[in-house]
């Protein structure tokens, strides 16, 4: 299973960066995806989820970000508006059967790409 993140970089507070993250070797249709992100001197925390029926989302990026995925194309989306310096981190996503918002149920994970939002 290969999970490849792509689309971080270095933005301006509000603007917006996509993110997307294409996974390979998996029934990716059967599987929740979740987006994760760890800011430097912090722990991994929860981003937001989509599964087939809905989206998760964590209050500090809610109404803001929007995780959205194309199961054609095997890929999984986060539409990230309205960034904040405190949204700087590297961003990550990962597969599990089932929901969970906790990083340590997950078992596959992409490489990460970093976000970087300056003030």
């Known amino acids: 299973v290969q999970l490849q993140a792509s689309g971080g970089g270095l933005v301006q507070a509000g603007d917006s960066l996509r993110l997307s993250c294409v996974a390979s070797?998996?029934?990716?249709?059967?599987?929740?995806m979740g987006w994760f992100r760890r800011a430097p001197g912090k722990e991994r925390e929860f981003v937001a989820a989509v599964s087939w029926s809905g989206s998760a989302y964590s209050d500090s990026v809610k109404g803001r970000f929007t995780a959205s995925r194309d199961n054609a194309r095997n890929t999984v989306y986060l539409q990230m508006n309205s960034l904040k310096p405190e949204d700087t981190a590297v961003y990550y996503c990962?597969?599990?059967?089932?929901?969970?918002?906790?990083?340590?149920?997950?078992?596959?994970w992409g490489q990460g790409t970093l976000v970087t939002v300056s003030s």
């Open positions: 990962a597969a599990r059967m089932g929901i969970s918002t906790n990083y340590k149920d997950y078992i596959y």
């Open positions: 070797g998996l029934t990716f249709s059967s599987y929740y």
